[in-house]
């Protein structure tokens, strides 16, 4: 058989197209907070999530929030203050990769200080703060599921790769090749 040049240009794209969809991310954006195109953002560096075996078939969302911590030395009691952007992926692996994103910085104030990550049964699991409270700009209904795994991350920690690697400085401008920080569940 003979394939014309046409062909092969179609066959070359149709195969490229495939290749490019294994690749892709299995993340989807499902709250962002709204760019006005002249807003300010601020790039986390990708997170690469292993030991995830036992969770397949379950969600992994990651909410990038503006909080605080409850006591001096605790990350799981974080109040969110503002949530800035969530991302959701159903777990099919053992390791799943946050690509890099952005968020959107208000004013001189940082753009994230959290992203807590939540393994739930449910894609449309809803955030609460300790006191029982549902986080804004996630709808008004309260999706609950109890054998819920969650960790929050610092934006400090989430850096510490870039800077261990000399690829950032605190204090200077994130710069694009920022290096994966990597957890295990």
């Known amino acids: 058989m003979k394939l014309s040049r046409l062909n092969l240009a179609v066959v070359f794209c149709v195969a490229l197209g495939a290749v490019s969809a294994v690749f892709a991310s299995p993340f989807t954006t499902v709250y962002e907070t709204a760019d006005d195109g002249s807003s300010i953002t601020e790039r986390v560096p990708p997170i690469v999530i292993g030991n995830l075996s036992n969770h397949h078939g379950r969600y992994l969302k990651a909410f990038y929030v503006v909080g605080r911590s409850q006591f001096l030395d605790q990350q799981t009691q974080i109040r969110v203050l503002e949530l800035k952007r969530v991302d959701l992926a159903q777990i099919s692996g053992s390791e799943i990769t946050l690509p890099s994103a952005k968020v959107v910085k208000k004013s001189i104030f940082a753009a994230y200080n959290y ?13 609460l703060n300790p006191d029982g409270s549902l986080v804004e700009g996630q709808g008004d209904k309260k999706v609950i599921d109890e054998s819920v795994v969650k960790v929050a991350i610092s934006k400090d920690e989430l850096l510490q790769p870039s800077i261990a690697a000399g690829i950032y400085t605190p204090g200077e401008a994130l710069p694009e ?7 295990n569940f």
């Open 115 to 127: 992203v807590i990550l939540v393994i739930s049964n449910n894609p449309d699991y809803t955030l």
């Open 177 to 183: 090749n920022l290096i994966p920080y990597r957890i």
